[in-house]
């Protein structure tokens, strides 16, 4: 008997010979690229915006909220008060810069509500995350701490 030794050479079945596998990668690039995607950038933000105040433009726009702040921008300690929108909805004013935002329910907007309820004109100093939802601000509240009013005494 004799020893015979078999080599067995892998063929490539199906795979054509050069870099012509990648034609549907370029065309799928120049695609992306037509419309105006870049790999990691959101589908519905365009490459030039950052996270800085974009004014509004619209029926909808008004003096005091005239540039609407870009969602994940983060609020920290701002005085103002919150106010009743219809139902059980809050919305919150900033004292300085008359912003307004509607709130997002969560359990702090919750306590706020309850405290609201009682008496309507308290001054709060809020931590939130702003949101973005149909051109208009709203506010994800963090942190609210009751600001009291130093009330002077009248009198002689």
């Known amino acids: 008997m004799s020893d015979s030794t078999f080599t067995l050479q892998a063929e490539a079945v199906g ?3 050069g870099p012509w596998w990648m034609l549907p990668l370029i065309g799928a690039a120049i695609w992306l690229g037509h419309l105006g995607l870049t790999p990691g950038a959101a589908p519905n933000e365009p490459r030039s915006l950052t996270r800085e105040a974009v004014k509004p433009s619209g029926p909808t726009a008004d003096a005091a909220n005239s540039e609407r702040l870009r969602e994940g921008t983060k609020l920290m300690n701002e005085l103002g ?3 009743r929108k219809g139902g059980d909805r809050l919305s919150f004013r900033i004292h300085k810069t008359k912003r307004e935002f509607a709130c997002l329910e969560n359990l702090n907007l ?3 509500a309850a405290a609201v309820a009682d008496t309507p004109d308290l001054e709060w100093l809020v931590s939130g995350t702003v949101t973005e939802f149909r051109g208009t601000n709203c506010l994800l509240v963090t942190q609210a701490v009751l ?3 130093v009330v002077k ?3 002689p």
């Open 147 to 149: 600001k009291t009013k």
């Open 81 to 83: 008060s919150f106010e």
């Open 153 to 155: 005494p009248t009198g």
């Open 110 to 112: 919750e306590r706020i």
């Open 15 to 17: 795979r054509p010979r």
